[in-house]
């Protein structure tokens, strides 16, 4: 177990629809990361949010957006959704902005749009 | 570009084998280098990183990575293979100025009994 705790595990919706992804980081843990893991894309990183701010952000799409709370858990919300959306979502923490801060993973969030 | 290459799609080995994955980056300096394994159903564990200094890394599970700088490569090894070792394999990297990870595509490790 990583401490990292994603919600829902498993999500199916239908095209053009939004859902909202939760991310608990580990205690103490103020980077959250979001990677997506689709079988045509590989891992790829979407955004780096660290104590509350967004910090860094990969190919992500502006359908999708994301936020970290004061209580330092975060949320990836999916809008307009299409099917090459499906994908398995990661969330990770560490416990700083450095590179060489490990990241622990969460066990995802597997969304299918049909 | 700054890339990181997994050449092996899929690897099968026998229980009780040797085991070496490979994996290339290209980038203008040393970035940061992991292996992370992904078991079905569970997400991302790190087994080993390298940072720098020694070239030689041990990690969880009994794996060892070697970095060699003048081949751009972090090959993840382990002496012999237990059936608990089948998963998928991450080579990742993380480059000066990024704070996030770069993926490989990933090897896929079968182990026969």
């Known amino acids: 177990d990583s401490g990292v705790t994603q919600t829902p595990k498993h999500l199916i919706t239908a095209t053009g629809q939004r859902v909202t992804l939760r991310c608990s980081p580990r205690s103490g843990d103020l980077s959250v990361y979001w990677y997506q893991q689709s079988l045509d894309q590989g891992l790829q990183f979407l955004i780096q949010y660290y104590n509350g701010e967004e910090r860094a952000k990969g190919n992500i799409l502006e359908r999708f957006s994301a936020q970290q709370f004061p209580d330092l858990h975060s949320e990836l919300n999916l809008s307009s959704l299409e099917l090459g959306d499906s994908a398995l979502y990661f969330c990770?923490?560490?416990?700083?902005?450095?590179?060489?801060?490990?990241?622990?993973f969460g066990q995802g969030t597997r969304l299918t749009v049909v | 570009a700054q890339s990181v290459t997994q050449p092996d799609i899929h690897i099968t080995v026998s229980e009780g084998a040797s085991l070496e994955l490979r994996c290339n980056y290209s980038?203008?300096?040393?970035?940061?280098l992991f292996w992370y394994v992904q078991s079905p159903g569970q997400g991302l564990q790190l087994l080993l990183k390298y940072f720098s200094g020694d070239t030689l890394v041990q990690g969880i599970k009994g794996f060892e990575a070697e970095f060699k700088r003048s081949q751009s490569s972090f090959n993840l090894r382990k002496p012999s293979v237990h059936w608990s070792d089948a998963a998928e394999y991450f080579c990742a990297v993380s480059f000066r100025g990024a704070n996030n990870l770069f993926f490989g595509t990933g090897t896929r490790l079968t182990v026969i009994p």
């Open positions: 990770a923490s560490s416990a700083s902005r450095l590179r060489s801060t490990e990241a622990f």
């Open positions: 980038y203008g300096a040393t970035p940061y």
